[in-house]
């Protein structure tokens, strides 16, 4: 491809070419004539010259011949002297015209060279921006004209890489905030097509992104809740906020889904955005905050009213009689213990449960620890006629908070004697395999029933709430020994048969 100065070159060098071939034939048809001017006077001249010589010389001629020989002289004369000088005048014109075509060409090369080459250069840097490339950048050179052109493409073109860069980055940050979010996200472009979906959506609704990008919505087999807020967004165009309950697959999931228009700075409709929330574990929190609350105040109800009640009757006159004094202040008293104590509790597993809770661990004897616990309670074996039947043949050093794990086997055994018939006995086995230190607690009580074994560790869960309550518990303790158990990274185990009785098995690490 030829370029602007070669095409301008050219096209000077054939209009110099064509002046000089006019000039040369102007020249070449005006020569005859100043030549044949230039003869006349000259033969006129030299005829004078011959008559004058014949006049003075010795030599008789008629008139007629002397006319004659002149005429002969000058012809001769005449017809070499044009020769000559058309010879002459050739050769000059030839190589005037190829020395003034050179000199000329090279003027307009130079000339055209220094007002096209900015130009083609900000030619091409302009293609290249057109391609993509905002980095290219043209010469700030030449003359002021094609100078001003250059810095302005230069200009343009950091002004073009500038914007691109800001594109770039937001871009980026878009994609990065998209990406991150914690709850899916979908766009769906004016033709119902999806454009945008991050990798919680894909996660979520078991999606490979091929399988979702540029399809429709109907087309993929969303969830129906799903599909009803985006078809009520694209009819009415206003935003929406629903909860449903989405299954996926054998799982039911509780979310929110947020729907709502996108519109462009022009009030172009562009779309439909959704935003679903996963609120499953905070419908769960707030159960549980409800539950917490309900059973914190029925569990403070009770005592709080035998305290007023019985504090009323004293007031109304009771105090009088000694025996109804005692023993009404013996109640008072016992309800003031047990609120307490489940204060003590809730405070303790409240404790436990923050996070950043640790125990200190050291090397402990599971044994000593095991006999401490049930000397502690030894007295509530005694009232209800019960014994223990102890199988330890060997001491287990394990990794624990001594006494962290007196609190957890304390409770156990606390439980399975509250829970067990009066009579009957209460077996405690001591033993270790190649990881764990174990030990079993196994009474010969109620039972548990198999559907209510995985929630004894709710805090305030009671399977038989009468019993529990009249054994002074508060229905925290299994809360509490699952969180101690699980800080020294151990675990416990339940296993009951109803009317036969419960085994709890705890397996703490060894040291």
């Known amino acids: 491809m030829k370029t602007l100065s070669t095409r301008l070159f050219v096209s000077f060098m054939a209009l110099i070419g064509i002046i000089l071939a006019v000039l040369g034939i102007v020249i070449g048809q005006l020569f005859p004539v100043y030549i044949g001017e230039y003869l006349d006077r000259s033969i006129a001249a030299e005829e004078r010259v011959l008559y004058d010589t014949l006049q003075q010389s010795d030599i008789i001629l008629t008139?007629?011949?002397?006319?004659?020989?002149?005429?002969?002289?000058?012809?001769?004369?005449?017809?070499?002297?044009?020769?000559?000088?058309?010879?002459?005048?050739?050769?000059?014109?030839?190589?005037?015209?190829?020395?003034?075509?050179?000199?000329?060409?090279?003027?307009?090369?130079?000339?055209?060279?220094?007002?096209?080459?900015?130009?083609?250069?900000?030619?091409?840097?302009?293609?290249?921006?057109?391609?993509?490339?905002?980095r290219a950048r043209a010469f700030e050179n030449g003359v002021s004209k094609t100078a001003q052109l250059s810095k302005s493409i230069n200009i343009l073109a950091r002004n073009l890489q500038d914007m691109t860069t800001i594109r770039e980055i937001e871009a980026e940050r878009l994609k990065t905030l998209v990406e991150n979010m914690g709850s899916s996200l979908m766009m769906i472009g004016r033709e119902g097509t999806i454009s945008?979906?991050?990798?919680?959506?894909?996660?979520?609704?078991?999606?490979?992104?091929?399988?979702v990008r540029g399809k429709g919505f109907r087309s993929i087999a969303l969830p129906d809740d799903i599909v009803e807020v985006v078809e009520h967004v694209f009819l009415t165009e206003t935003p929406i906020r629903k909860q449903v309950s989405v299954q996926i697959g054998h799982e039911i999931r509780q979310n929110e889904i947020y729907g709502a228009p996108v519109v462009g700075d022009h009030g172009r409709w562009l779309g439909v955005v959704l935003v679903i929330h996963d609120v499953t574990e905070l419908m769960r929190l707030e159960q549980i905050r409800k539950d917490f609350v309900a059973n914190v105040s029925h569990e403070l109800r009770t005592p709080i009213t035998s305290i007023k009640g019985f504090s009323e009757t004293l007031l109304d006159g009771a105090y009088k009689d000694e025996a109804m004094l005692l023993s009404f202040l013996e109640i008072i008293y016992k309800e003031s213990d047990r609120i307490q104590?489940?204060?003590?509790?809730?405070?303790?597993?409240s404790k436990i449960e923050q996070h950043g809770f640790s125990v200190d661990i050291t090397e402990t004897s599971l044994r000593d620890i095991v006999i401490n616990a049930a000397d502690l309670t030894g007295a509530k074996l005694e009232e209800k006629n019960m014994e223990f039947a102890v199988d330890m043949p060997n001491d287990v050093i394990v990794a624990g908070d001594p006494n962290r794990l007196m609190q957890v086997f304390t409770n156990l055994i606390a439980n399975a004697i509250n829970y067990s018939l009066e009579n009957t006995t209460v077996t405690i086995r001591v033993y270790e395999d190649e990881e764990d230190g174990i030990v079993e607690i196994q009474d010969e009580g109620i039972g548990i029933e198999a559907a209510e074994i995985p929630r004894i560790f709710e805090r305030f869960y009671r399977v038989d709430r009468a019993r529990s309550r009249n054994s002074g518990g508060t229905g925290l303790g299994l809360a509490i020994v699952k969180h101690l158990v699980e800080a020294h990274d151990g675990k416990i185990k339940v296993e009951s048969e109803v009317g036969v009785g419960t085994k709890m098995i705890v397996r703490i690490p060894k040291s």
């Open 341 to 349: 104590i489940l204060v003590q509790e809730l405070l303790e597993l």
């Open 63 to 134: 008139e007629e011949d002397q006319k004659r020989l002149v005429t002969a002289l000058i012809d001769v004369d005449t017809s070499a002297l044009l020769d000559v000088a058309q010879d002459r005048f050739f050769v000059a014109m030839v190589f005037c015209s190829f020395v003034a075509f050179i000199i000329i060409g090279i003027v307009i090369n130079r000339t055209v060279r220094i007002f096209t080459e900015p130009i083609e250069n900000a030619t091409r840097t302009a293609l290249e921006l057109a391609k993509g490339n905002y």
């Open 196 to 211: 945008i979906v991050n990798r919680v959506f894909l996660k979520r609704f078991n999606y490979a992104y091929d399988q």
